[in-house]
């Protein structure tokens, strides 16, 4: 019997010009969280980090805060190591009385002199809450990843969605659509869609007659497609972003 599954976005998608006037990550994803966990008129999560050397590693120490819960709730700080090609899960659960929880990771760094990772926060529905872009050098001192402008492209992003649909063989879809705006010849694009350890990624042209383009993560009958979580990126030719999104893939009911 072949896989089905089901994908919910972990985010609403995030555009090019959340970045016009911040260069902290953090700041930006924080425009699109769509959790109902949440208090209504909740701020942003709050997160802190700090490191130390520890032998021949360094551990590190993430910390988040909710203020404004009504009652305990479950959260979920995750970890991807993106060079290293992996990832950590700790489960937390915060109460009115206990809004702050940490997470101690310890990294080898058998002969490197920094490492990165992105950490988030997820509530109990796997939507995200925050996330942050961490730099940390051998000796524990940690850094935020400053995105400035010379990752963002220059290009003018008009439609950037992710909807659910059917294609032209009948299999259900999640469709990710990137459109362009004010062009005056073909330029082009790079969709992808990345698990950790595996990266689908193709090159499109939008053009004046047909500026937008999409990329489709099939939910039927798919052999490259496990349960997890997926980012779908869109960026120009010298990769600069141009938008991106996260959702959680499920097996089908």
Same mark, same amino acid.
């Given at each position: 019997?072949?896989?089905?599954?089901?994908?919910?976005?972990?985010?609403?998608?995030?555009?090019?010009?959340?970045?016009?006037?911040?260069?902290?990550?953090?700041?930006? /994803?924080?425009?699109?969280?769509?959790?109902?966990?949440?208090?209504?008129?909740?701020?942003?999560?709050?997160?802190?980090?700090?490191?130390?050397?520890?032998?021949?590693?360094?551990?590190?120490?993430?910390?988040?805060?909710?203020?404004?819960?009504?009652? =305990?709730?479950?959260?979920?700080?995750?970890?991807?190591?993106?060079?290293?090609?992996?990832?950590?899960?700790?489960?937390?659960?915060?109460? =009115?009385?206990?809004?702050?929880?940490?997470?101690?990771?310890?990294?080898?760094?058998?002969?490197?002199?920094?490492?990165?990772?992105?950490?988030?926060?997820?509530?109990?529905?796997?939507?995200?809450?925050?996330?942050?872009?961490?730099?940390?050098?051998?000796?524990?001192? !940690?850094?935020? /990843?400053?995105? !400035?402008?010379? /990752?963002?492209?220059?290009?003018?992003?008009?439609?950037?969605?992710?909807?659910? !649909?059917?294609?032209?063989?009948?299999?259900?879809?999640?469709?990710?659509?990137?459109?362009?705006?004010?062009?005056?010849?073909?330029?082009?694009?790079?969709?992808?869609?990345?698990?950790?350890?595996?990266?689908?990624?193709?090159?499109?042209?939008?053009?004046?007659?047909?500026?937008?383009?999409?990329?489709?993560? =099939?939910?039927?009958?798919?052999?490259?497609?496990?349960?997890?979580?997926?980012?779908?990126?869109?960026?120009?030719?010298?990769?600069?972003?141009?938008?991106?999104?996260?959702?959680?893939?499920?097996?089908?009911?």
């Amino acid at each position: 019997m072949a896989a089905r599954f089901v994908a919910v976005p972990s985010l609403a998608v995030v555009r090019k010009e959340d970045f016009a006037s911040t260069s902290l990550i953090p700041e930006a /994803y924080a425009r699109h969280i769509t959790s109902r966990c949440l208090p209504s008129g909740q701020a942003p999560v709050h997160c802190s980090v700090s490191g130390e050397a520890v032998g021949s590693g360094v551990r590190l120490r993430f910390s988040s805060k909710v203020d404004g819960l009504g009652g =305990p709730a479950m959260l979920t700080h995750k970890f991807f190591f993106v060079d290293g090609e992996e990832t950590r899960e700790r489960f937390h659960v915060v109460t =009115p009385e206990s809004p702050e929880v940490t997470t101690d990771l310890l990294v080898l760094f058998d002969g490197r002199e920094r490492d990165y990772c992105h950490a988030s926060v997820y509530d109990a529905e796997n939507r995200l809450l925050a996330v942050h872009a961490i730099v940390f050098d051998k000796d524990g001192r !940690t850094t935020p /990843y400053p995105f !400035t402008q010379r /990752y963002v492209s220059p290009l003018h992003l008009g439609r950037a969605d992710l909807t659910e !649909t059917v294609d032209d063989t009948g299999r259900r879809v999640l469709r990710f659509t990137v459109g362009l705006t004010g062009l005056t010849e073909p330029v082009t694009v790079a969709l992808a869609r990345q698990g950790m350890g595996w990266i689908e990624r193709v090159e499109l042209t939008c053009s004046p007659r047909h500026p937008e383009v999409h990329l489709d993560l =099939p939910l039927d009958d798919n052999p490259l497609l496990a349960c997890g979580d997926w980012v779908l990126i869109a960026v120009d030719e010298q990769d600069r972003f141009l938008a991106q999104t996260l959702v959680t893939v499920q097996s089908a009911p």
